[in-house]
């Protein structure tokens, strides 16, 4: 078996902010968490240049972690697939926008080895394979698989650098829109409640007082009475796992079609969780002009909403 050695020196964003060490470097080296251990306490790790022996040490903003894994067939190298389904809507010398269809994975990892957004990025623009990090390279941000929307992807190291930055100080707006279980209280509100690991479910994400900050903001666009569901747009401060799905289910109104924090209600004729990341803005990496991006709601929840406004007159 052929071995090389992949070295890692990264900066700890924001949004990693007291993440356990061990789980930092699962989930940058993709190794499993005992693994990570065992280099941890083989003292393989140094954070900020200081050896760190301890996998539950908590990692903070600006860290400067460094370690080598040996690569082996374990980890072997993406490959290119033309044949994975999604649309470029933009495509500039630094980044593509892409709409990505539900159901697709962005990128490989546990039980995803192929088939994802990034294999397919891959045939289309293979420069990507050198930007950003091994596993997920150009990735600036992920939706969920059942999650349907937009997504950045740079195509330069440079360009990557300077959307990571843009996205920590919360300079890229993401605008969703989600059909909800329930009418909220007033025409906008806002849930601020810090999202981490369930402590009943590790495979759950929860509002818990160790969390990440998270803050998400909503402004209810039309609620039908008799299905006693609204549509709401909502715009994420930050950008936790499962956020939007969290934060909206903490207030009573899970979104409709998600199995995992929606609770059990009939969920119409859909297939997964209306969730669509339907607008990107933010600023060129090069010349600081503002841009713009819409996605219109792909068909299966047009057609959803389209069954509510018949009921609704019925």
Sequence with gaps: MDCSLSEFNEVVHD??????????????????????????????????????????????????????????EMNPEIEAD???????????????????????????????????LVNGLLAMSPQIREVGEETRPGIIHRLDKGTSGLLIVATTND????????????????????????????????????????????????????????????????SWVSSKVSLLDV????GRTHQIR???????????????????RKNFTLRRQFLHASKLCFEHPRNGSICEFESPLPDDLKNVLADLDENEKS
């Design 235 to 238: 715009e994420l401060e930050t």
């Design 159 to 222: 360009a990557y650098q300077f959307f990571v930055d843009r996205l920590s100080q919360h300079k890229i707006k993401r605008t969703y829109q989600a059909l909800v279980w329930g009418i909220p209280e007033g025409s906008e509100g806002i849930v601020d409640g810090p999202i981490g690991r369930s402590s009943k479910n590790r495979k759950k994400m929860a509002i818990v007082s160790n969390g990440k900050l998270a803050k998400t903001i909503y402004f209810v666009k039309k």
């Design 82 to 116: 033309s044949s994975i389904d999604f649309t470029v809507i933009q495509s500039d010398p630094d980044f593509l926008v892409v709409d990505k269809p539900a159901g697709l994975v962005v990128h490989p990892g546990a039980g995803n080895s192929s088939g994802t």
């Design 246 to 264: 969290v934060h909206l289910s903490s207030i009573g109104n899970p979104v409709v079609g998600d199995e995992i924090y929606g609770g059990n």
């Design 15 to 72: 949004s990693l902010e007291g993440e356990r060490l061990d789980r930092l470097i699962a989930f940058i080296g993709s190794v499993s968490r005992s693994e990570a251990s065992t280099l941890i306490r083989d003292g393989g790790v140094r954070v900020n240049g200081e050896s760190i022996a301890r996998p539950s040490f908590k990692v903070s903003t600006g860290n400067q972690v460094e370690f080598s894994i040996q690569d082996s």
